[in-house]
Structures are given as C-alpha cells and as structure tokens.
Nanobody, 124 residues
Framework: VQLQASGGGLVQAGASLGLSCTVS????????VAWFRQVPGKERGFVMG????????RYADSVKGRFTISRDNNRNTVDLQMNSLKSDDTAVYYC??????????????????WGQGTQVTVSS
C-alpha cells in the first residue's frame, strides 16, 4: 500500500485549505483512511478518518465543525477539507490507511501504511 499526500501550504487564519491522499492499492474500499498531524516535539495525533465504505467518519474534538473528510473509491482518494483554520492547526499532516474491520481507529499503532506528510502552516 502506498499513500501520497498533497495540498499543503501557507494560509492565513480563517482561510480554507484542502488536502488529498491518493492510495495505491487494489481493494481501496477495504481500507479505512485517516489524517494525523504532528508538530515538532509532540506525538502524532489523530485528526479525522473515514471508513472504507465512506459511510462513517470520526474526528478529533479540535476540528469538529471545521474539517470534513470524504473519499472517492473509484479514484482511490481521500480528501480533507479544512475550514476556519487556526494557528493551532499548523503541523505536518499525514494520511494513513488500515484494513480496520470496525470503524476508524484513532491510535497511530493501528496504521501500518503512511504517506510522506504535507506541511500546513496557518499564520495568525
């Protein structure tokens, strides 16, 4: 499984930004995909994730009402739409995939496959 994240950049607080993760795998719909983020000196933390079917999502409280996630199982992509960005959202964002049978795990250890990360910087 290979993942490629794209779409990061520098934006001002209050702006919107979209990230995309392309997953190279034959049975993409069998994989839950999640976004994590990490800042220097801190552990990688769960942001938002979506089940293989796309019917269920899970999110961190810090992004509730601001971020949305969607997937296209025909294109093997998962998109993270980030609105009302804050300086606290500044981080390297990673997408990850797992063949989870139930829901969307929030622990890093459940995800064996990771993309390379993309930097999101929000200036205040």
């Amino acid at each position: 499984v290979q993942l490629q994240a794209s779409g990061g950049g520098l934006v001002q607080a209050g702006a919107s930004l979209g990230l995309s993760c392309t997953v190279s795998v034959r049975t993409f719909s069998n994989y839950a995909v999640a976004w994590f983020r990490q800042v220097p000196g801190k552990e990688r933390g769960f942001v938002m994730g979506i089940t293989g079917s796309g019917l269920s999502t899970r999110y961190a409280d810090s992004v509730k009402g601001r971020f949305t996630i969607s997937r296209d199982n025909n294109r093997n992509t998962v998109d993270l739409q980030m609105n009302s960005l804050k300086s606290d959202d500044t981080a390297v964002y990673y997408c990850a995939a797992t063949r989870a049978s139930l829901g969307v795990p929030i622990e890093v250890t459940y995800y064996p496959d990771w993309g390379q990360g993309t930097q999101v910087t929000v200036s205040s």
